[in-house]
């Protein structure tokens, strides 16, 4: 079955613990992407990698970095989260070229950050 | 700066009470508008992409239509199981084409 799958679902952390989201997609995609969700603000997204090795920012990348070594996974990784970043958190990856940049989103991830 | 807004916030309608739903947006160079329903405590999940002015896509009782200002989504005869929030989402910049600006989305009840 083709998808997007995150680890873990649910986190409660402090703030300061360096914590990391893992993110895995079976399509063989090429673009994966990192949006954090948050109410009255809809999906903003954090960061993006179009291919390995090759990542670029979005629109609210502050206090995250990402990393993409192998071809199906992105992990977003907070260094030291803080309160700000308690947020509903969502991966999703999909194809260049017209037609086929539909993105497939994971199940997402809930982080409180105390 | 990309700006994409949808209205209503939130809609309820009867059962089989037709309506549309607004996405307007102000963005410097728009590559393609996606549409996608939530489900609570789930991703969202890809409905229509349109990329030019006059286009129209359709899928069972939604139907997405775009000009160069806004997309509506009409839903006809609207189910409850209908009942989710719809995002829109533009497709901007000419780098890699992979940075989107999605709205706040629509609430939709539809009520049995």
């Known amino acids: 079955e083709a998808q997007v799958t995150q680890n873990p679902r649910y986190l409660i952390t402090v703030t300061g613990k360096k914590l990391t989201v893992t993110c895995s997609q079976n399509m063989n995609h090429e673009y994966m992407s990192w949006y954090r969700q948050d109410p009255g603000l809809g999906l903003r997204q954090i960061y993006y990698s179009m291919n390995v090795e090759v990542t670029d920012k979005g ?56 | 700066e990309d700006q994409v807004t949808q209205s209503p916030e939130a809609l309820r309608l009867q059962e089989g009470e037709s309506s549309s739903l607004n996405c307007s947006y102000t963005v410097s ?15 969202p999940e890809f409905l229509f992409t349109l990329y030019s002015a006059g286009e129209e896509k359709e899928k069972e009782r939604l139907k997405a239509t775009l000009t160069k200002k806004e997309s509506f989504l009409h839903i006809t005869a609207p189910k409850p199981e209908d009942s989710a929030t719809y995002l829109c989402a533009v497709q901007v910049r000419d780098n890699y084409g992979q940075n989107f600006v999605f709205g706040p989305g629509t609430r939709l009840s539809v009520l049995p």
Request: glycine residues 12%; contains cysteine.
């Open chain 1, 59 to 114: 629109d609210v990348p502050e206090g995250y970095k990402v990393s993409r070594k192998e071809k199906r996974n992105f992990p977003l990784i907070l260094e030291s989260p803080s309160p700000n970043q308690t947020s509903l958190y969502f991966c999703a990856s999909s194809s260049p070229g017209q037609g086929r940049e539909t993105q497939y989103f994971g199940p997402g991830t809930r982080l409180l950050v105390l």
């Open chain 2, 29 to 43: 160079g728009l590559r393609g508008l996606f549409w996608y329903r939530q489900d609570p405590g789930k991703g």
